[in-house]
Every structure is written in C-alpha cells, then in structure tokens.
T-cell receptor, first 112, second 109 residues
Framework: IAGITQAPTSQILAAGRRMTLRCTQDMRHNAMYWYRQDLGLGLRLIHYSNTAGTTGKGEVPDGYSVSRANTDDFPLTLASAVPSQTSVYFC???????????FGPGTRLTVL | GQNIDQPTEMTATEGAIVQINCTYQTSGFNGLFWYQQHAGEAPTFLSYNVLDGLEEKGRFSSFLSRSKGYSYLLLKELQMKDSASYLCAVLDSNYQLIWGAGTKLIIKP
C-alpha cells in the first residue's frame, strides 16, 4: 500500500440498503476526511477525524456515519442509502488539519 | 455564508500562459490551496499560500492577496496534459477546507 486506498472503486446500490465505503492510509497521518463531489459543486466535507478516536461533522453529515478506531482506517457508512447520495466519494488524509490533504482514488456510488 | 468563486471553464492554446482566478469570502482564513484534478481522478496538490505574494513552482505559480480575498494560479508553457480542472480551496477558521466548484481548463493545439 502506498498512500490512500479506497474500496470499492464503484458500486450500484438499491435505495434503503446499508453500505460501508472503506478508506485506508499508510502515511501515519493523524487527520482523515470524507468528501463527496457532485457535478457543478465543490467538494463538500461529510465527516472528519483529527486524530484516532475522535470524529466531527462537516458540511453535509446527514445520512452518514464514520468511526476512527485506529490511525489507518476511516470507514464511511450509509445506514439507509437514498438516491441523493449518488456521488463520487473521496477520502483524504493530512498530517494535521492545517497541512496539505492527500486524496484517495475515489468511490463512484450510484443509488437507485 | 462562505463562498469561493472561480470561472467554470477556460480555454487556452498549447505553449501559452493562462491565469485562473479565485475570489473567496470565508469565516476566517488559514491558507489557500490549489489542486489539479484530471477527469475521473483524485485531486492532487499544486500549491499553498498563506502570506500575500507569489509562490513559484516550476511552470506553475500562485498569488495571494488576503486584503482583496483573491488568488490566482498562473500556468506557463501550457502542455496538453495540463487539460484538467483546477480547484481553489480556503482553510477557514475551523480548519476545514472550503472548496470552489473548480475551473475546467481546455488546452487546444
């Protein structure tokens, strides 16, 4: 592993289903982030974690939850997917909240 | 509210110079970032400005004026591979990045 990995690469999901997007980094970064990117809009922060064991809500947290049990992993869960959650999801990490963020390759999620 | 404005799309010619502007209104300012994003790929870091002035890095330069809430990214000697979206983002008072919608740059031969 080098940098940040995300899984799956893409997924088609029925509305109402539960889904977990995985994110793992090997840079020993303290801070991690989940964004969604929709056409015509800037990246929007869903949830973040400044250090293992802590999480916080971003701009668009409703319908999503996260956990940060260790430094490397930061999964994002959609408890009951809805079509408006169709988007490209990016995970990112940085050494601290003021440092440059590095992004994973993204997960393209379609909710039908 | 917080707002980052960039042009939606720009077109330039291979070998030329292009300037992409970004204006911002945010709650606090802890630095401004520029990222490049090729279609279907992740954003990658280009530059960071926290003090007024010009930062040069090879063919790319970034300028910041905090009093005007303004930044620009200057790309010189354009190459076809520079065709991408360029994202401006400001680190606000909560140390969260606020992103512009991006400027799609089209390079023509």
């Amino acid at each position: 592993i080098a940098g940040i990995t995300q899984a799956p690469t893409s997924q088609i999901l029925a509305a109402g289903r539960r889904m977990t997007l995985r994110c793992t980094q090997d840079m020993r970064h303290n801070a991690m982030y989940w964004y969604r990117q929709d056409l015509g809009l800037g990246l929007r922060l869903i949830h973040y974690s400044n250090t293992a064991g802590t999480t916080g809500k971003g701009e668009v947290p409703d319908g999503y939850s996260v956990s940060r049990a260790n430094t490397d992993d930061f999964p994002l869960t959609l408890a009951s997917a809805v079509p408006s959650q169709t988007s490209v999801y990016f995970c990112a990490s940085s050494d601290s909240p003021t440092d440059t963020q590095y992004f994973g390759p993204g997960t393209r999620l379609t909710v039908l | 509210g917080q707002n980052i404005d960039q042009p939606t799309e720009m077109t330039a010619t291979e070998g030329a110079i292009v300037q992409i502007n970004c204006t911002y209104q945010t709650s606090g300012f802890n630095g401004l970032f520029w990222y490049q994003q090729h279609a279907g790929e992740a954003p990658t870091f280009l530059s960071y400005n926290v003090l007024d002035g010009l930062e040069e890095k090879g063919r790319f330069s970034s300028f910041l004026s905090r009093s005007k809430g303004y930044s620009y990214l200057l790309l010189k000697e354009l190459q076809m591979k520079d065709s991408a979206s360029y994202l401006c983002a400001v680190l606000d008072s909560n140390y969260q990045l606020i992103w512009g919608a991006g400027t799609k740059l089209i390079i023509k031969p």
